[in-house]
């Protein structure tokens, strides 16, 4: 049987998470653009992403922000924001 080498080391609490999440906020102005504008109904293009990923990111940040008469959606690959 090999030996293993290992080290542990006492610490006085764990470090907190740093915050994952951040990525989703880079759509903020996507959504500030549209609550901005007289639109109902608008399509985002955002090349190089695919529209779920998309959907995605800006349903957590309309969650984020209590956001709950923008509804986004994808449809046929692309990706929409409605208000009601």
């Known amino acids: 049987m090999s030996d293993i080498h290992f080290t542990i080391t ?14 989703f906020r880079k ?3 996507i959504i500030d653009a549209f609550l ?5 109904l608008v399509k985002v293009e955002n090349p190089g992403r695919e529209a779920s990923y998309v959907r ?8 984020e922000r209590g956001l709950d008469s ?15």
């Open 10 to 23: 006492p610490v006085e609490e764990k470090p907190t998470r740093k915050n994952r999440r951040k990525g």
């Open 56 to 63: 995605l990111q800006l349903k957590r940040l309309c969650k």
């Open 70 to 84: 923008v509804d986004v959606t994808v449809r046929n690959k692309e990706v929409y924001l409605e208000k009601f």
């Open 36 to 40: 901005e504008s007289e639109y109902k």
């Open 27 to 29: 759509y903020a102005p």
